[in-house]
């Protein structure tokens, strides 16, 4: 997972840049980084690892000159991540420069990787991204554009890219369209965006969505857009709905407020839960499911769990040992509301089942009568090789265990997930373009053929800038 952010002609883009990515930040907590080009072409980086808030000095951001700026967000998995693996990438290459930021995850970077390898090329990091870098700088095209689609066919899998070649800046999104991209306007600049909570934040307005397959070039000859790659299925994350994305974004066009709250509602149509008395969610990014919930169900919502914003998803572990103890040091219930009472806890989603079963027993601590837990998705069974970071299937635990089993180990009094198609059906332009394979298995592409060395922290393999 990751975000990206960019301007083209802006006297101070670096500046509305670090604005965008504070707006990425959900999307990638572990670096965060930005690529300036001054008036004279140059380029300069500031990267860092931890959070956009505690990244960039004051002296690196004045250092950060001219209109054009890229930035990213990342979030990997704990192995790679190392400042080398920070984003934007900034390679000084034969003809000038090449800046790039991305968000997804090649399915092809370790052939990529080791046909590039073998003809010489030495890389500096494990991201499957420079791979993509590599074969820019190797393409043959007159125009930058050009390159980087050359640069792109037999590249596979999930990509939004920011790439400012010399003082050309060229967006490109894969022809499946995995992960959003958001072209804006604000005056005479364009700006461009994972989501649209970030256009927001520098007062931009919405012009409209990098389409799938679509290669987008701005320079002094003006704005172009080409269709180079080839066409495929339109296969956008149905999780950046239910999970990844912010409440106040819209992604692939649609409100993802209103498409969570749709979740819930038809999450309470599925999987009513009679006799309870009150709804609440796992903050904060069940928020909007648990209303949809209570508005379907006619029960009370109620903010019955308080979630520390200070503990980010990186927090070191607390010395005490046991799955409770890291719950408790995110979440503490509100025994007021939930005391006696029959409860509905809605998540967005159980990956390892960990922080559900914490929450169960913090729930029951507080005096919960009977706890119900709803999904306001269905049962994650695989990986996804797409850009988000599910863990390995023998990790996912409603892959590991039947129902009964499930509801057991939690410790729940009932469980309930929404039906793929009922998932599918809350999506803001109904149920079709929208990759479900965590969900279904039914991946839609192939799948790496050595999904091992594509995660962080080995050696010989590429690791994903998600
Ligand atoms: P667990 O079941 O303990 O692995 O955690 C599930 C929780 O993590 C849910 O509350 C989700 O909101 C959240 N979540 C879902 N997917 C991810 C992800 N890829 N990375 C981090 N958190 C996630």
Not at 313 to 331: C, E, L, M
Request: proline share 5%; with cysteine; net charge negative.
């Amino acid at each position: 997972m990751c975000g990206v952010f960019g301007v083209y002609g802006h006297k101070e883009a670096a500046a509305l840049t670090q604005l965008g990515l504070y707006s990425l930040q959900h999307r990638g907590q572990e670096s965060a980084g930005i690529v300036a080009i001054d008036e004279n072409g140059r380029g300069r980086v500031s990267r860092a690892m931890g959070l956009v808030s505690e990244g960039f000095a004051d002296a690196e951001m004045a250092a950060l000159l001219g209109p054009i700026a890229i930035g990213h967000t990342r979030y990997s998995t704990a192995g790679s991540s190392t400042i080398e693996n920070a984003q934007p990438i900034l390679a000084r290459v034969r003809r000038g420069h090449i800046a790039l930021a991305h968000n997804g995850n090649l399915t092809n970077a370790v052939e990529l990787r080791r046909e590039l390898e073998e003809e010489g090329a030495i890389f500096s990091s494990t991201m499957d991204s420079e791979v993509i870098v590599h074969r820019i700088a190797r393409a043959q095209s007159e125009s930058p554009e050009g390159r980087v689609a050359e640069a792109l066919a037999g590249v596979e899998g999930a990509y939004c890219l920011l790439v400012v070649l010399d003082e050309t800046i060229v967006v490109a999104r894969d022809p499946h369209g995995w992960r959003p991209l958001v072209m804006g306007r604000l005056a005479d600049s364009v700006v461009f965006a994972s989501e649209t909570c970030a256009l927001d934040i520098v007062g931009a307005t919405i012009e409209r969505e990098i389409q799938p397959g679509e290669i987008v070039a701005i320079d002094r000859q003006g704005m172009r857009s080409i269709r180079a790659l080839p066409s495929a299925p339109i296969n956008r994350c149905v999780f950046e709905h239910v999970y990844f994305a912010r409440p106040d974004s819209k992604v692939f066009g649609g409100s993802v407020d209103r498409s969570r709250r749709a979740l819930g509602r038809q999450l309470a149509r599925e999987c009513p839960a009679p006799g309870a008395q009150v709804v609440f969610a796992v903050p904060d990014s069940s928020n909007s499911a648990a209303l949809g919930f209570a508005e379907e169900s006619g029960l009370p919502y109620e903010l019955a769990l308080i979630r520390n914003h200070y503990v980010g998803r990186t927090f070191i572990q607390p010395t005490q040992s046991g799955r409770d103890a890291k719950v408790k040091v995110k979440y503490n219930p509100v025994r007021e509301i939930i005391e006696g009472k029959r409860v509905v806890m809605v998540d967005d989603s159980i990956v390892r089942g960990t922080t559900t079963r914490g929450l169960v027993s913090l729930v029951r601590g507080a005096g919960a009568r009977e706890v119900h837990m709803r999904v306001s998705s269905a049962p994650i069974i695989s990986s996804c090789y797409y850009g988000i970071d599910t863990p390995r299937r023998e990790e996912l635990i409603a892959a590991q265990m039947t129902h009964d089993e499930l509801t057991r180990h939690l410790g729940v009094d009932s469980l309930g997930y929404l039906s793929i198609g009922g998932m599918l059906s809350a999506m803001p332009d109904g149920p079709e373009g929208y990759c479900h394979a965590c969900f279904s298995g039914r991946y839609p592409t192939a799948i790496p053929s050595e999904p091992e060395l594509l995660r962080a922290g080995s050696a010989a393999g590429v690791s994903v800038g998600l």
